[in-house]
């Protein structure tokens, strides 16, 4: 897109009474100096998270590290599932202004880019699940098993670094026109500063030390992110790849129960697909879903309504019939 072409869009924005596409951060298409940054701000969190189990054997860990990587990894991650997913995206429920912009920051400490481009890919996902036009479906190159292993590369980690982004305008105007929202996603870089930067700054203070400061920026800030980062990512890839599928759904989205702790809910990936609006991802007995849990304390507190609960009536409806599903449990109809 030209410059030329980008002033004219802007005023054509501007005249239909939409913010321009500059009033977010990042338009249609990565410049360079975006895919750089990604690029370090995947691979040095990686590199820190391969060095942890041999560093952890070495020097070990300390309960305040631990504390710090457990906290904010689940204070990004509710950001992200509650916050960017269930509620900007889908609108399992409505929040009051304070929990609303609360939960947009928490979503962007989660360090996955800025609210309005995260929500816009993931409406454009559901769009196209697992079919042409999906930004990161791992079926993309095809059924063969190299065309799978290539397509989990592309849903993991690679389409991350397409050009070709998605049209903020066309799936997310509703969060460019709140004012508030446009503003936290263009603090995106803000917020990441603070989320790198407070593990490091509560332990120093807690130990009085520089060592701890770094410990703590190992731990609670590379680490943290690297795995929050592969957690999410792998809703992407592995859970459109593999898994349960008891619920009828147009696309290969599957139930994958091992990630639903460190998920926090959205590995129960195949209810979600069948039930986007859902704000419970996990219906089955047993199938642990702590963003619902907090979901339902934010409804209870008085700080969300209007939401979203599944019913068993709505959820059997769902159910698969023809056999190709997994093991059927009795579903619950509460939301915890």
């Not at 397509?151 to 397409?162: Q, S, V, Y």
């Not at 203070?205 to 731990?219: C, D, E, N, Y």
């Amino acid at each position: 897109m030209t410059a030329r072409s980008d002033v004219m869009e802007d005023a054509t924005q501007a005249n239909n009474g939409t913010p321009p596409l500059s009033a977010t951060l990042g338009g249609e298409q990565k410049r360079s100096v975006e895919q750089i940054a990604l690029l370090l701000f995947i691979t040095v969190p990686f590199l820190a998270l391969v060095a942890a189990v041999p560093l952890a054997w070495g020097w070990g860990v300390s309960w305040l590290d631990l504390g710090l990587m457990v906290f904010f990894y689940f204070l990004g991650c509710h950001g992200i599932t509650i916050g960017f997913h269930r509620h900007f995206t889908h609108g399992s429920f409505k929040a009051k202004r304070p929990l609303k912009i609360a939960l947009a920051i928490a979503g962007s400490m989660a360090v996955e880019g800025p609210l309005v481009r995260w929500v816009a890919d993931h409406r454009k996902h559901h769009k196209f699940s697992d079919a042409e036009g999906d930004p990161h479906s791992p079926w993309r190159f095809g059924e063969t098993l190299p065309a799978l292993i290539k397509g989990l590369w592309w849903a993991h980690i690679g389409w991350l670094f397409d050009e070709e982004q998605t049209p903020q305008d066309k799936y997310a105007p509703d969060l460019i026109k709140d004012p508030a929202l446009r503003t936290v996603s263009r603090q995106f870089v803000l917020w990441t500063a603070v989320s790198l930067a407070l593990p490091p700054l509560i332990g120093g203070l807690v130990t009085m030390s520089w060592w701890g400061a770094f410990t703590a920026f190992f731990w609670g800030s590379l680490v943290r992110v690297a795995l929050l980062h592969h957690v999410t990512w792998s809703i992407n890839s592995i859970c459109h790849a593999v898994g349960k599928r008891p619920f009828k759904s147009r696309d290969r989205s599957g139930n994958v129960w091992w990630l639903a702790i460190l998920s926090c809910g959205e590995s129960w990936h195949n209810l979600h697909h069948a039930d986007p609006t859902s704000a419970r991802h996990g219906v089955e007995r047993g199938q642990l879903d702590s963003s619902a849990r907090l979901i339902r304390w934010f409804e209870q507190f008085g700080w969300a309504y209007d939401v979203r609960w599944p019913s068993r009536s709505r959820i059997d409806s769902r159910r698969n019939t023809d056999g190709n599903g997994s093991r059927r449990g009795k579903a619950t109809a509460d939301a915890a």
